[in-house]
């Protein structure tokens, strides 16, 4: 079964200060590896994505994250936030059977 | 291009009443999926439909239900409802087809449910 985690519920980052999100997944087989992000009251958007190749991929919002085989991780990370980024940020991998599996998030603090 | 469009945004019924949520995918999109978000259980996949048929279906009783129409719109219910039934309810759109078609998901801005 498939499976995400996410160490962080909270962090709390200055603005402009950089930022990164842990995303540890379980996949029995290649994964298909997603962060969306999400404000309050609204539905998710889409960050970035992979599927295969360069190991390095870059979002949109100046967002950039590393796929780590050996690690099973999908870490994100952003040089520079602004405020924003205060959302809460889910990672997620998908699959072969039409279905996201997510990590129960991480909400992101931008103080001034 | 139009977003994926869920209504009713907000609801409020009652323990033993059912509801029926609507979504609108974007235009060309064949793939609809729903996801219930709580506190407490985070985001959990419900049931994806392509082409009016039931590819997948999650982990939750017969009460909730779905279906698809030939126009990729898509309905769920949810009969007799429980207040731990009370949760946001995500509506996503793919293309529907191949890796990145069945994968990559838009969602909408979700359908807020208060049982009470």
């Known amino acids: 079964a498939q499976s995400v985690t996410q160490p962080d519920i909270h962090i709390t980052v200055s603005e402009g200060a950089s930022l990164e999100l842990r995303c540890n997944y379980s996949y029995g087989a290649t994964p298909y590896l997603f962060w969306y992000v999400q404000s309050p009251g609204q539905g998710l958007q889409l960050l970035l994505k992979y599927f295969s190749g360069d190991t390095l991929v870059q979002g949109i919002k100046g967002f950039e994250a590393e796929f780590k085989r050996s690690q099973s991780s999908f870490n994100l990370r952003k040089p520079s936030v602004h405020w924003s980024d205060a959302a809460e940020y889910f990672c997620?991998?998908?699959?072969?059977?039409?279905?996201?599996?997510f990590g129960a998030g991480t909400t992101v603090t931008v103080r001034a | 291009k139009a977003g994926v469009t869920q209504t009713p945004r907000y609801l409020i019924k009652t323990r033993g009443q059912q509801v029926t949520l609507s979504c609108s995918p974007i235009?060309?999109?064949?793939?609809v999926s729903w996801y219930q978000q709580t506190p407490g259980q985070g985001l959990q996949f419900l049931f994806e439909y392509f082409s009016e048929t039931q590819r997948n279906k999650g982990n939750f009783p017969g009460r909730f239900s779905g279906r698809q129409f030939s126009n990729s719109r898509s309905e769920m219910n949810v009969s007799t409802l429980e207040l731990g039934d009370s949760a946001l309810y995500l509506c996503?759109?793919?293309?529907?087809?191949?890796?990145?078609?069945?994968?990559?998901?838009?969602f909408g801005a979700g359908s807020r449910l208060t049982v009470l």
């Open positions: 997620a991998v998908g699959g072969d059977d039409y279905k996201l599996s």
């Open positions: 996503a759109s793919s293309p529907g087809q191949g890796i990145a078609g069945a994968n990559v998901l838009t």
């Open positions: 235009s060309g999109h064949r793939s």
